[in-house]
């Protein structure tokens, strides 16, 4: 007598994610249990796509029933060594599975699978890990809001402090953009390279941009002075949320209060296409990023971050904010920007 369809032994496997009827179940999975875009294999595939790191994945089955999935990025660098990281170029991830046993079985499978593809580090960006990870929860905190019933009532969420900056932007003859054709792309792009070079960071390559795009629900707003772009972002939306990705302004920006403006126009924006939530995304705890949101009335949520090293190697270390990469940090925000957006795709590339 077979054993019944309860007793099924649960299962670890990878996946193809180029399959598309594979990659359509684990979209469903992801849905039915409310994961993040990052979680998605559509994800996974549009960073493949854009910036050269291969899409992976693992699923635990039971009876021919998903029962978890942990959604990998294998990121490769000269620099900074090879890992694999879910989510690659994200800030969620981790594992998605309906009980901890499931989530032990994906953390123990991934590290298998690191040691088979000679990546000596994994980075679970959220998701239960279980024992033998390294789990941190004072690194970085998310941010998420409701948003407001309408745009005079969106304004008076705003901390008074950080409301008066935003009025000075709204007082500003600005023109702001919304969309996702080549335009936006080029103007969101220019804003951008230049903002992470200010900054000492590397810019992605556009080509990434442009696969998030056009594999995601993505677009661009962007805040136009006398027909220059001084801010843009490039924001994502998943499951009634929008989250501000990629977004960054010129220094002609900051004075003018442009990047206020952007948001709380995205905020407005973003309700008139049917959101219902603002996700600030993630920022270093007691980083300036951090104290900005905190003004804007955003109530910061430790986030949990697990990683696991190898036996006999070294914590892979792309951190901007360690100490071994102040000195290229200052070199970078020196550098002609022609230079750096010429140079910086090749390095952004294994960041991950």
């Known amino acids: 007598m077979n054993a019944p369809f309860a007793l099924a032994r649960e299962s670890v496997h990878a996946v193809d994610l180029h399959q598309p009827d594979e ?53 490769h660098s000269p620099i900074f060594g090879r890992m694999l990281a879910s989510s690659g170029f994200a ?26 593809l000679s990546c000596p580090t994994v980075e679970l960006r959220g998701g239960f890990a279980g024992e033998g990870w390294q789990v941190r929860q004072d690194s970085h905190c998310g941010f998420i809001a409701p948003l407001a019933e309408d745009d005079e009532a969106q304004l008076t969420a705003i901390p008074r402090k950080q409301r008066a900056e935003v009025r000075k932007g709204l007082k500003h003859d600005f023109a702001v953009t919304t969309g996702a054709a080549s335009l936006e792309r080029a103007a969101h792009y220019k804003v951008y ?44 939306y998943h499951d009634g949320a929008v989250m501000p990705y990629w977004g960054g302004g010129t220094w002609d920006a900051r004075r003018l209060r442009a990047n206020d ?39 910061p949520q430790p986030l949990s971050y697990a990683s696991w090293t190898a036996p006999g190697h070294e914590a892979r270390d792309a951190d901007p904010t360690s100490a071994r990469h102040q000195s290229r940090i200052a070199l970078w925000k020196k550098l002609p920007l022609p230079l750096a957006n010429l140079v910086g795709p090749y390095i952004a590339r294994g960041l991950g």
């Open 23 to 75: 990659a359509a179940r684990i979209e469903g999975f992801v849905a039915e249990h409310g994961g993040s875009v990052f979680h998605r294999p559509a994800w996974l595939l549009a960073v493949e796509e854009g910036i050269s790191q291969r899409a992976r994945g693992l699923v635990a089955e039971k009876g021919g029933r998903l029962t978890g999935w942990l959604p990998l990025t294998e990121v």
């Open 91 to 116: 800030v969620e991830g981790g594992v998605l599975a309906q009980n901890d046993v499931t989530a032990c079985l994906l953390g123990d499978a991934v590290q298998k699978l690191a040691l088979r």
């Open 193 to 236: 390279a230049e903002s992470v070079r200010n900054l000492g960071t590397p810019v992605f390559p556009q080509s990434l941009f442009d696969s998030v795009i056009n594999r995601l629900d993505a677009d661009i707003l962007t805040v136009w002075n006398e027909g220059t772009p001084i801010a843009s972002v490039l924001s994502l």
């Open 261 to 299: 403006r952007m948001y709380y126009e995205l905020m407005l924006h973003a309700r008139k296409r049917g959101c219902d939530r603002f996700d600030f995304g993630r920022s270093k705890t007691g980083s300036g990023a951090y104290h900005f949101k905190k003004n804007w009335g955003f109530d």
